[in-house]
């Protein structure tokens, strides 16, 4: 059977994304895997050195995507399917180019977690993310911004003649073009995906990049990778090292064993070949390999314990198995970012395909005979010298001009390489693509102006790198010039210069609420709630004054009220924060995060009762955070009664 690429189509439960927040995001999110300056004594040079390496200072340019909610519907995706005789693979290049399934054909066995809905969750650096499959991650440590993002994608000539999906797009963080390739060859029963970021700039950039793989988290899986140690990184935020299988007298490799959500980051040996592989009771499964720059293996659980399940049925719908990760990264923890040197790339290439071992030697208490028969299984159905061959066969092909396009990413890639002068062979970013957000600024570079707002909707987004920075800088200081600019100030590190800016373009602005907010967020980090306070106040009355309805409008009305009544709180001022609440819609006063601050605001207010009975009759918040511990907090305010299952989303011991 030849192999075929094709469009096809997924149809399957799902809420939808809705808009993104229109404020700009000022602070990074709560990123679970931070480690302070103590905790990083002790660790390997590289390593502690490449934690503190350009560390994410904002999600700027990006913005939140926190508009989703928890109704699901029947939704056709837009899909690409890869098949050959031995494997189908299909992918979603409209929500980050995800593996969203590879089914091995002769056993009909699904090598990969398929989630049976789509259900956007808080996890990802920007928010939206969703589990299942295999995600191309890259950015900075977390989940990537482009989770559930369109990407460019399309048919391109493979090295065996055939041909390969390719998916690319700009990572907007740092700045940096990426692609994917993906292909089948005729008789194979692996998957190849060749993989490069590049860096076209004349200056170092710092890259992270994670292969996240879905694997069932069935009761007899062991995962298996080359290592004895690994370093073991908890919700307590703590990494340490730590033995393989066995630590605390619990084997660590079968992922329903340990109780807490924990990350393990394997210590491959010295010269080990890359891989890691997820098998189950008879000894199947998927096994992951990689060409060497590829060197981090890591698994990741979440335990047996009542937050680790409660987040499981979060992110699915119920009665639907549990899942684990098992990753391949550039470095050896996900703590850390690599530096690329300017005008240069990472290449690589991974396998994905089914295992087969001997069930009593990988399920055995002799762990280096386990792990032994599973590199002779790989070793037998993928020689390490073909996975170099095959990698050596791809780089001429990926300098190759895309043919048939399939799918549109966003048009900000092309904004970056005319204004840079780029060439970028094989990963195109045509004029085709620009849209309503990206025109502006494509008239700044053009023209030096910034056109005028039409006031139709909140501003666009904002453009944070050095050179539309000097472009903000030079342009006719209007009030829409002088808040883009000072965001991008604000994001260069320049605090003050960022606050004149704004306190400047507030003299004159017709639209003051966007400027006010972005004082008040940087009085709130300058230790002034009070003023804080003020003018997210005077912020969001002047928004509500302006509003016109409609989803974009709603959208900013959403994120500026929870910040505005966070505020009043956070200041001890319970009226204020009633008359935002007050003033919101009525169909806003239902959304979850603002039930949430309703039974914080009771509870402020002296009415405890009311506040318990909101819980009681549920508080269903869509975008919880990873590692958001605020449902517990505000219940252990309200009552001294256990924390209800549902509200259970702990991921630490207490």
Known sequence: MATTVRRAVVTLPAAPLGPENPLPPLTVL????????????????????????????????????????????????????????????????????????????PSGRELLYRNPVFQPAAFALNGAWFSGGVEWNIGATGHTTLSCAPLHAALVPAPDGGTMLRLWEWERLRNLPFQVDLWLPDTSEFLYVGVRVRNPHE???????????????????????????????????????????????????????????????????????????????????????????LRGRKLFVWGAGRGGRRWQEWLTEPGTPGYAEIQAGLARTQLEHVRLEAGAEFSWLEAYGPLAADPAAVHGTDWPAARAEAERALGSALPREQVDAAYAAWRPYADREPGERLAA???????????????????????????????????????????????????????????????????PADPLTEYHLGVAQWHAGDVAQAVR?????????????????????????????????????????????????????????????????????????????????????????????????????????GHVGAARRLFEEGVEVPDLREGDETLSEVWSTLTHAPLPPRYDFRMRPQ
């Open 409 to 475: 990413g966003s048009g900000w890639g092309t904004l970056e390489v005319l204004c840079g002068g780029l060439k970028l062979p094989g990963t195109p970013f045509d004029e085709a693509a620009l849209g309503e957000a990206e025109l502006p600024w494509l008239e700044l570079w053009r023209t030096g102006v910034l056109p005028a707002p039409r006031r139709d909707g909140p501003p666009g987004p904002s453009l944070v790198a050095p050179h539309w920075r000097d472009m903000l800088e030079t342009a």
């Open 203 to 293: 200056r170092p950039a710092p890259v992270y990049w994670w292969s996240n793989i879905a694997v069932p988290e069935d009761v007899g899986t062991r995962i298996l990778a080359p290592a004895d140690e690994a370093w073991h990184f908890g919700y307590e935020r703590t990494l340490r090292r730590v033995p393989v299988p066995e630590w605390e007298g619990v084997d660590r490799t079968y992922p329903v064993r340990g109780e807490y959500p924990a990350d393990y980051f394997y210590e491959p040996a010295e010269g080990a070949r890359p891989w890691v592989a997820s098998l189950d009771a008879g000894g199947h499964g998927l096994v992951q390999t990689s060409t060497a720059l």
């Open 30 to 105: 709560d990123e679970v895997h931070v480690l302070d300056d103590r905790s990083r004594a002790g660790l390997p040079r590289e390593m502690a050195r490449q934690i503190g390496y350009e560390p994410l200072r904002s999600l700027l340019p990006v913005r939140l995507r926190d508009g989703y909610r928890r109704e699901r519907a029947q939704t056709e995706l837009d899909a690409v399917v890869l098949e050959n005789e031995h494997l189908r693979a299909t992918v979603l290049p409209g929500l980050g180019g995800r593996l969203y399934s590879l089914i091995h054909l």
């Open 501 to 605: 800016s704004w306190e400047r373009g507030l003299a004159l602005a017709p639209s003051r609420w966007p400027l006010l907010r972005c004082l008040a967020v940087a009085d709130r980090l300058a230790g002034d709630p009070g003023r804080a306070a003020d003018r997210y106040a005077e912020a969001f009355a002047d928004l509500m004054a302006e509003s016109r309805g409609g989803e974009a409008w709603t959208a900013a009305e959403s994120a500026l009220g929870r910040e505005a009544m966070a505020a009043q709180l956070a200041a001890g001022r319970t009226c204020e924060a009633r008359a935002v609440f007050d003033r919101l819609r009525p169909g806003l006063r239902e959304e979850g995060r603002f039930r949430l601050l309703a039974a914080r605001l009771l509870g402020a207010e």
